[in-house]
Structures are given as C-alpha cells and as structure tokens.
C-alpha cells in the first residue's frame, strides 16, 4: 500500500498589498506553493518579487 501525499496547496499573498486597501484594485500579489503541514505548522512566509509593489516583499501563506 503507498503511502498517501500530504503536501497541501496554499497560498501566499504579498502582505503590502494586502495591507495597502487603496491598491487591492488592482490586486494582490499571489504565489501558489505547496508544503507540508505536518512538517511546518507555522504560516509559511517567504521573500517574492511583487510586481504591484514592484519590489521583492513578505508573501504571507493566506487560508
Ligand atoms: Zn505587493
């Protein structure tokens, strides 16, 4: 029997653009990523290019 994958999809999103509400109009920088969740249970975060910041930011996973 094979052992079933856990690795989840999730999301993460540009915590600038996500704070800034004036800017949401034009959206939101997203990456699609997928992780453990049994082997990182903490948010994952990582330092992305966001091309409406137009600079690398924090991407923060969103549920
Ligand atoms: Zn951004």
Do not use: D
């Not at 600038?16 to 920088?29: A, E, F, M, Q, V």
């Amino acid at each position: 029997m094979r052992k079933k994958k856990i690795r989840n999809i999730i999301i993460l999103e540009c915590i600038t653009c996500h704070s800034n509400l004036n800017k949401r109009t034009y959206g939101i920088s997203r990456y699609i990523t997928e992780k453990n969740k049994q082997k990182t249970i903490k948010r994952l975060t990582l330092k992305k290019y966001c091309k409406f910041c137009n600079k690398s930011s924090i991407h923060k996973e969103i549920k």
